[in-house]
């Protein structure tokens, strides 16, 4: 019987991918105990959202899509005509109540100088009434002797009765006088009471400037959030507006990406995690462009996986439990030794594959 002869062939490949094999798997195994690897990355960019401050039509859009912008540069205005009626508005209120308020302060001036005539008026009164006294003292003491002499039949009665009304008409000028001085005391009491409701209304004229003053300042805002520029220098997004449509505060129109700054946010499995520190060096490939390794570092950490960031987190106290591996977000920077043209180029979004460098 003949002997079956041996593959010579066969044997020296499967040796040779034995070898091979056996090669590349020490070297993976080798590798991975300095590295870890994802592919679940992405290229992060600031976007920066264009939000109107003030509602209205837009007037006219000064960008298209992609367009690059430097910071400062309009992007797009609003119908500015009722905002400009509205600080014609508060500029008539402003000086209207800085008029209230010369008129408070005329008012004030006024009452205080009728005050000094009041002041005036009694030390008058005071003063006639003293003289009126010492006359009626007098006139007392007259018809005091003018009596006696008449009780002794020694002057004639119409010289009695003229004394006698000299009395009264002196007691008499006296009441008068008196009167004309409580009603002087009792005007000015009225004066000064006036005078402090002049004062309370200058201080609620005043709060009124301050007001309308305030008034006037928002509507001159208002007026210049009517040209919507741009904060920072980068490349706009889609552009979703025209001329014609009615924006409201607080509505995320489009974006603006600043091209000059970007990192990398790499989704680690948890068990990846083990020998894993900020600092360590970090090889990152883009999938646009594989013949360019930029180098990173990592940053930090997520304060949680990022499943709990999802709108609906998973509730494992429900329902069947499948344990399933987390992963966690890690923040790699690109380092300024990178080409920074070729940083320009990452979009936010972009695939990338990530490698840690352990050691």
Known sequence: M?????????????????????????????????????????????????????????????????????KGDTLFTIDKRDYQLKIDEANASFLAAEGNFEVSKADIGSALANISVSDANVLSAGGNIQSAKIRLDRINSDYIRYNNLYKNHSITKQQYEQAL???????????????????????????????????????????????????????????????????????VSKIDIQPGQLVQP???????????????????????????????????????YPDYNFEGTITSFSPATGSRFSILPPDNATGNFVKTIQRLPVKISLNKSNDVEKIKLLRPGMNVDVDVHLK
């Open 250 to 288: 607080g509505q995320s129109l489009f974006y603006i990406i600043n091209n000059s700054n970007a990192w990398v946010i790499a989704n680690f499995k948890e068990t990846q995690l083990n020998k894993m520190i900020i600092g360590q060096k970090v090889t990152v490939n883009v999938d646009a």
């Open 2 to 70: 003949e002997k079956k002869k041996t593959n010579t062939k066969f044997i020296i490949i499967l040796a040779v991918l034995v070898v091979l094999g056996g090669t590349y798997g020490i070297y993976k195994y080798m590798h991975s105990l300095a590295h870890e690897e994802t592919d679940d990355a992405q290229i992060e960019k600031n976007m920066n959202p264009i939000i109107p401050k003030v509602s209205g039509y837009v007037d006219k859009v000064y960008i298209k899509d992609n367009d690059f912008v430097k």
């Open 165 to 235: 009304a000299a009395k009264l008409e002196a007691e008499n000028q006296v009441r008068i006088l008196q009167q004309q001085e409580r009603a002087s005391a009792f005007q000015k009491s009225v004066i000064v009471a006036k005078s402090k409701v002049s004062n309370k209304q200058t201080d609620v004229a005043a709060a009124n400037i301050k007001r309308a003053k305030a008034m006037l300042d928002a509507a001159e805002l208002n007026l210049t959030y009517t040209v919507v520029t741009a904060a920072i220098d980068g490349q």
